[in-house]
Structures are given as C-alpha cells and as structure tokens.
C-alpha cells in the first residue's frame, strides 16, 4: 500500500532528512586511508545518538533474509555495492571508492540515504562512475513527479545510463520509506515510461541507482547481507529521500 504523509508527518521527514544528510558529511570527512570501516559506523552511530535519534538500520530485519542487520551504517568498499557489514579488520586504502549509506528515524518516522566517496585520490574512471552515480540519481529525482509514474523514474535512469557503459543493478530497488525504512512501491532503476504506479503528492520515495563498472549481475556474500559485483569491478551508489510535489520535487537528505 502506498502511503500519502501529513503535512505533520513531512515536517518531521525534513527535520529527519537534514539530520541525516549532516550525519552523512561529517562521516565522509572521516574517510581517509587507514581508517577501519567499524570506525566509521561507531561515528555514525554515536553522532545519530547525540541527535537523540535512532539509526534505522541496526538490526533491522529484511523479509524472509537471516539475521538482522549487525551495524548502524552501510560501508561497501569497492567491488561491495550495497549492505557491506563494517569490520574492524576493514581497512580503507588510497584509491579505494566506498559507498556510506545510513538511515535515521526521527520522532518515528524514516528517511535514507547514501553517498560514494573517493578515499584519498582515486582512478580518472572511478572519478567517473561516481559523477555518472550521483547524475543518474538527480536525474531519477527530477523525474519523480505528481501525475507520473514510478516507470517514469526508471526510464530517465536507464536513458541517462544508456551514454555509459556501466551495469544498472536490477536486483535491488529504491522504495518508498517514511512510516517504515521500506514501503510501497520499489523503484527501480530502469524502466518504461508512463508505466507502473502512480506518483501523488505526499508520497516520500528514496532513489537509489547503484551503477557498476562492469557488468550488472551482484552476489550475495556469505555473510547474509553484502552484495558484491560479479565481476570483481567497483561500483557506485547514491540514494536521497524525497517527497512528490505537484511541481519540483524536494529533496528531504539535503544538508
Ligand atoms: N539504503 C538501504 C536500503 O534501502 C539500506 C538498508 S540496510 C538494512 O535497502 F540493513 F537496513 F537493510
Ligand atoms: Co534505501
């Protein structure tokens, strides 16, 4: 079922969101060769705290999956595409990219968010998959809005892809988040325009394309929760929460 919020309830996702998006900034200053990728999520988790806020993903359990969710934050290193478990043995190098993604509920209610960041000084072609990420999410958003379709937010992904040779992970979705981290409807990262369920405003969605460098297909880790590439090349991700207008959307994860 696809929820429409209050007034009262978007008001609260603002606050939330610009919470989030600052717990998003101070992490990636702390992104630098040598520093573990535990160190990171213990950051997150304590300045999520300070807030007085709680970090939506620690032991958050997926549908039908295995064990809940062990951290606060999503840290995915390199050829990790999403849900990477942070570990004190994971340690960030030079040239490294890693993508953080984190998620708050604030006075109950949930927004989520993600970034890729370079660790020190990356490849020109990581350099590039990031930009090429961070754009396709901004062209997703800009397609999301009162009176069109979900398809039409995929579309607009896949058309802007399309200039690139990059993989769009078709496995994993964005989602409607707010009352819950996920609702109704998936997003997915590709898609025909004019199709699937309709965009009202009051809707509060999060857009998430993960782009790979190679090719689209991910594994499931071991571990119940990492999704890598195939192929062993890096991947991307960048993901805002944002409400449905009848006219701009407006980004709710904005600093
Ligand atoms: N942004 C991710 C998602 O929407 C984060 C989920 S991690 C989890 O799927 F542990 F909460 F599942
Ligand atoms: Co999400």
Not at 41 to 60: I, Q, S, T, W
Not at 199 to 223: C, H, S, Y
Not at 225 to 254: C, V
Request: glycine share 12%; aromatic share 8%.
């Amino acid at each position: 079922m696809i929820i429409i919020k209050t007034p009262e309830e978007i008001e609260i996702m603002r606050e939330g969101g610009k919470r989030l998006a600052e717990v998003l900034n101070k992490v990636k200053a702390k992104v630098r060769p040598g520093i573990s990728t535990k160190e990171l999520d213990d950051y997150a988790f304590r300045l999520v705290k300070e807030m007085g806020d709680r970090p939506a993903f620690l032991n958050y359990q997926a549908d039908g999956a295995g064990r809940p969710y062990p951290a606060s934050l999503c840290v995915s290193v390199e050829d990790e595409v999403v849900h990477g478990i942070p570990k004190t043995g994971r340690i960030l190098k030079e040239g490294d990219i890693v993508s953080l993604d984190f998620g708050i509920v604030h006075r109950g209610l949930f927004t989520d968010s993600a970034i890729t960041v370079p660790v020190g000084s990356i490849s020109p072609a990581k350099e590039k998959l990031l930009r090429a990420t961070e754009e396709a999410l901004y062209v997703g958003i800009d397609a999301a809005r009162g009176g069109k379709k979900v398809g039409d937010i995929g579309y607009a992904i896949e058309s802007f892809v399309k200039t690139y040779k990059y993989g769009i992970v078709d496995i994993l979705s964005g989602h409607g988040v707010g009352r819950e981290l996920h609702e109704d409807p998936y997003v997915p990262n590709f898609g025909r325009k004019g199709t699937g369920e309709l965009l009202k405003p009051g809707q509060t969605l999060a857009i998430e394309p993960m782009l790979n460098m190679g090719v689209k297909e991910v594994i499931f880790d071991d571990d119940g929760w990492t999704f890598r590439t195939a192929d062993g090349k890096p991947s991307a991700h960048f993901e805002h929460t944002i409400l449905i207008t009848d006219g701009d959307p407006e980004i709710l994860t904005k600093a």
